[in-house]
């Protein structure tokens, strides 16, 4: 029997998304296959951290670290599965406020399961890498054949602190080519783009390790964790 990819990619999904369960993880309510594949989550109306701080300027420092800590939560749950899952797009956009006003992280369209040995053998939603330029490791963009991983969901979430913490996402106002030449040629974000986080701030030491060259030099979730939960 012929199995339209909409659909398969949906299964596929369906079975990644179930088999998470964590406050701060958009929960899947269910499935449609007919006329066309939906999946069927809850509407929260506060959106997503980008819209959620854009609304609401007066939130103080401390304010946004909790929402950093509850995105953070969900991600490590997401890297501590057995075998563990990478969400492979984190940026502000993917992560919404609840109704109780927690962050949860959403759209596991892109997100995969690697085996427990990490060859990239597990099961997978995506058969290519795809993403915001402002969130994405080197790797991605120099390697023959890239595949997301836990750490470049690591170098990502060091970009969504930056942007929810700066009102700013990382290398804004560049254009794509200049944000790959910055990415690829060890160019971090720099502080004096990011006048809303003072050079100061101890974040800016955190996020520099997530923004490692070295993939295996980043941090796992569970230390970043702890660092913004401090």
């Known amino acids: 029997m012929f199995v339209y990819p909409a659909r398969q990619r949906m299964k596929r999904e369906v079975f990644i998304w179930s088999q998470t369960n964590h406050p701060n993880l958009h929960p899947l309510l269910g499935y449609r296959s007919e006329p066309k594949p939906r999946l069927i989550s809850p509407w929260w109306r506060h959106g997503h951290l980008t819209h959620y701080l854009r609304e609401n300027p007066g939130l103080s420092r401390l ?3 909790r929402l950093i800590f509850q995105a953070a939560c969900g991600l490590e749950h997401l890297h501590a599965q057995n075998p563990p899952i990478c969400h492979g797009d984190i940026k502000p956009e993917n992560v919404l406020v609840n109704d109780l006003f ?5 759209d596991f369209g892109l997100s995969r399961v690697l ?12 058969d290519s890498v795809k993403g915001t330029y402002n969130y994405i490791a080197p790797e991605l963009f120099i390697e023959d054949k890239p595949r997301p991983t836990l750490e470049t969901d690591v170098y990502a979430f060091g970009g969504l602190m930056l ?3 700066s009102g700013k996402p990382p290398f804004w106002g560049l254009g794509r080519p200049r944000i790959l030449a910055r990415v690829t040629g060890a160019q971090p974000p ?13 974040l800016w030491s ?5 923004w490692n060259m070295a993939p295996k030099e980043r ?4 230390e970043v964790l702890k660092e913004v939960s401090a």
């Open 206 to 210: 955190l996020m520099h390790v997530c």
């Open 115 to 126: 085996d427990a040995f990490g060859h990239g053998n597990g099961f997978t939603t995506s």
């Open 219 to 222: 941090p796992p979730m569970r």
């Open 163 to 165: 942007a929810v913490m």
């Open 190 to 202: 720099k502080p004096d783009d990011h006048q809303a986080l003072p050079i100061s701030d101890p």
């Open 102 to 106: 927690m962050a949860a992280l959403s």
């Open 63 to 65: 304010d946004k670290l």
